[in-house]
Antibody, heavy 122, light 110 residues
Framework: QVQVVESGGGVVQPGRSLRLSCKASGFTFTNYGMHWVRQAPGKGLDWVAVISNDGSTKNYADSVKGRFTISRDNSKNTVYLQVNSLRAEDTAVYYC???????????????WGQGTLVTVSS | QSALTQPPSASGSPGQSVTISCTGT?????????VSWYQQHPGKAPKILVYDVTKRPSGVPDRFSGSKSGNTASLTVSGLQAEDEADYYCSSYGGTNNVLFGGGTRLTVL
């Protein structure tokens, strides 16, 4: 069955960096785009970034452009989110999620992981 | 402030129907048939209910249905059940290679 498992979260000081990972299984990873979506404690969903199946297309929310970088390693079935210059408002659960159809980026997700919590605090 | 506007709460009794609205603009909800709806129970990951305004993934009960009129999309939950109590989020393609979410609606089954 389809599974996506996030890791790499933790407590980090403002201004520092972190790399989040998302390991996928149960589907042909190289054929699907992947998203990162975050959710601050007690708040709603906030889209962060998407990467196409081959990594050639990457798009970001305005709020993270220039600070966050999405990437993938298809040989490891893993997508990453490098988060730099962290701010208190980046505190959230970060979810990795899969695009539903092969080869396309349709800007919605059919399978989501359980998330990894990033807490930015001094 | 979320890009798409949802009512913060909705409620209904078991067996009743409830409709949740999601209002965007002509540049997102109004222009594209790329509206999705997600259900999220406390402490759990979101689950897709509807995509492309009206389509349901396999396994989603037909009690959940989506529609759109102008800049407003809607999710109707028919035959309310206790397990439908959750947060519901709409999303739309934003028009500039991005995704917009609504602020979420807490559905209470009375």
């Amino acid at each position: 069955q389809v599974q996506v498992v996030e890791s790499g979260g933790g407590v980090v000081q403002p201004g520092r960096s972190l790399r989040l990972s998302c390991k996928a299984s149960g589907f042909t990873f190289t054929n699907y785009g992947m998203h990162w979506v975050r959710q601050a404690p007690g708040k709603g969903l906030d889209w962060v970034a998407v990467i196409s199946n081959d990594g050639s297309t990457k798009n970001y929310a305005d709020s993270v452009k220039g600070r966050f970088t999405i990437s993938r390693d298809n040989s490891k079935n893993t997508v990453y989110l490098q988060v730099n210059s962290l701010r208190a408002e980046d505190t959230a659960v970060y979810y990795c999620a899969k695009e539903p159809h092969q080869w396309l980026v349709e800007y919605y997700c059919d399978y989501w992981g359980q998330g990894t919590l990033v807490t930015v605090s001094s | 402030q979320s890009a798409l506007t949802q009512p913060p709460s909705a409620s209904g009794s078991p067996g009743q129907s409830v409709t949740i609205s999601c209002t965007g603009t002509i540049t997102d909800v109004g222009r594209y048939n790329s509206v999705s709806w997600y259900q999220q129970h406390p402490g759990k990951a979101p689950k897709i209910l509807v995509y492309d305004v009206t389509k349901r993934p396999s396994g989603v009960p037909d009690r959940f249905s989506g529609s759109k009129s102008g800049n407003t999309a809607s999710l109707t939950v028919s035959g309310l059940q206790a397990e439908d109590e959750a947060d519901y989020y709409c999303s739309s393609y934003g028009g500039t290679n991005n995704v917009l979410f609504g602020g979420g609606t807490r559905l209470t089954v009375l």
